[in-house]
């Protein structure tokens, strides 16, 4: 591993002083995407700035909606009671993933900031990934891409965001909040991360020296009726090949007047389902209407050689997601 240095401030405008504008410079929470990263060699960093002492650990009402601090460990977020009364979809999200080891010790600003599970970029034996060394080449396109992105991708890099949590960040309209050498700011979920384009290096809106200071999760009076489905390869401890965050209030004989649904697994960044929420606002939940609204939102999609499964999966997880949801608000 490279050598590096190690600096530990007790403030976040320490923090980001320290940062200044090394370019080789990373933060480091819970560290348990980073240090794996840095033992294969994958990150490389000259200078950690260790950000675990931060006081950015609370979790409190903020305005209608819910503060959550950056320095929050995902188990705390997922079994604070504000959460689980509120926004159950994210605890049923953060459960879906890592293991109760991991997620003792991951921070809900490093989750946002995980990085793909491609194996190419993992491995350096593997020259060509333009996520790791830019202009390189991709050797998912041609080599075994069953996990890689069937929405969204580029002829630069077709990796998928691994995260559960953004999943349900992205369909409750999270906020994160950031500060940094220009001052604070907040990016909308939705924008927090790119598409990969020409520049798949490049994963998030955040600028150089910007820290995650807290999520901030909007008023929704309907949060409660809500499900993240997650189909993976087995039933613990790993990553989704499709998943799908579903918050919707509907009516007793089923019609849907505010749906809200996001995809994980299937593109670089959590995928916020529009063209499904527009085709379903104001109309029953039948598996007709359902089955159409997916097709419509798959419809762009492009599988490889290993992945076309993903597309036929994400429209049946889509209809079962949100019947399950529609079903059990007409039961209760
Ligand atoms: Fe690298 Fe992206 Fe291609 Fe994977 S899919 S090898 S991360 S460029």
């Known amino acids: 591993m490279k050598p590096f240095s190690y600096f530990c401030p007790a403030t976040v405008d320490e923090a980001i002083q320290g940062y200044g504008e090394a370019q080789e410079t990373r933060f480091i929470g819970g560290g348990t995407n980073l240090l794996d990263l840095m033992k294969m ?20 009402p903020h305005g209608d909606g819910v503060r959550i601090g950056a320095l929050i460990s995902n188990t705390d977020a997922a079994n604070h009671e504000l959460i689980r009364t509120r926004y159950p979809v994210l605890t049923e999200a953060i459960l879906a993933g890592a293991s109760p080891q991991l997620r003792n010790m991951a921070t809900m600003g490093g989750n946002l900031l995980q990085r793909t599970r491609c194996y190419y970029f993992y491995d350096p034996s593997y020259q060509e990934c333009n996520k790791r060394t830019p202009g390189s080449g991709c050797a998912a396109i041609d080599g075994y891409n069953r996990i890689h992105a069937v929405l969204g991708q580029s002829p630069q890099c077709i990796a998928v965001h691994p995260s559960d949590m953004c999943v349900a960040l992205t ?39 910007e820290l995650i200071t807290a999520i901030d999760l ?9 499900h993240y489905l997650k189909i993976r390869d087995r039933h613990s401890y790993a990553f989704a090949l499709v998943s799908v965050a579903v918050v919707l209030d509907a009516d007793e004989d089923g019609t849907m007047r505010h749906v809200r649904i996001a995809l994980g697994g299937v593109a670089h960044k959590p995928w916020r389902a529009t063209k499904a929420e527009k085709a379903l606002t104001g109309e029953k939940a039948d598996k007709k209407t359902l089955r159409a609204a997916a097709e419509e939102e798959l419809a762009d999609a492009h599988g490889y050689e290993h992945n076309s499964f993903k597309i036929e999966l994400a429209k049946r997880a889509i209809v079962r997601a949100v019947t399950t949801v529609v079903g059990g608000q007409q039961n209760g």
């Open 41 to 60: 060699g994958v990150e490389r960093p000259a200078h950690l700035i260790d950000i675990g002492r931060l006081p950015l650990m609370k979790i409190s």
């Open 171 to 209: 369909a409750l309209d999270a906020v994160v909040q950031v500060k940094g050498p220009h001052g604070e700011r907040s990016i909308n979920m939705t924008e927090f991360h790119r598409l990969p384009g020409d520049t798949p290096q490049v994963e998030t809106n955040l600028q150089s020296g």
């Open 218 to 226: 909007p008023s929704i009076p309907y949060g409660k009726q809500s």
